[in-house]
């Protein structure tokens, strides 16, 4: 079985930062794409950042130049880095990531989400 376990959320002032990170356990063959979304009471889950396996990374824009995804495959492990936040920021962050069971079957996963609240 294979769970996504988020930490790192909490509150900060306007202009803080906040480290995201989510780790992968259970049977894995392989990680591929990992991926950080957001949800708003009320709104749908956008994608916030995601990364492939070959470490190609894409962001909306309003965190271009403010958060940088990572990943450290040794650990299952995708990393948010976020800076400069805003209160607009606030939402609960979703961990995702598409994983190989074996080499013909891939699921994919959430984990339970963690809050970040942004203070202005």
């Known amino acids: 079985q294979v769970r996504l376990l988020e930490s790192g959320g909490g509150l900060v002032q306007a202009g803080g930062s906040l480290r995201l990170s989510c780790i992968a356990s259970?049977?894995?063959?392989?990680?591929?794409?990992m991926g950080w979304y957001r949800q708003v009471p009320g709104n749908q889950r956008e994608l916030v950042a995601s990364v492939n396996a070959g470490g190609t990374t894409n962001y909306i824009d309003s965190v271009k130049g403010r958060f940088t995804i990572s990943r450290d495959n040794a650990k299952n492990t995708v990393y948010l880095q976020m800076n400069n936040l805003k209160p607009e920021d606030t939402a609960v962050y979703y961990c995702n990531a598409d994983i190989s069971l074996n080499r013909y079957a891939a699921n994919n996963y959430w984990g339970q989400g963690t809050q970040v609240t942004v203070s202005s």
């Open positions: 259970g049977s894995i063959f392989r990680v591929n794409a």
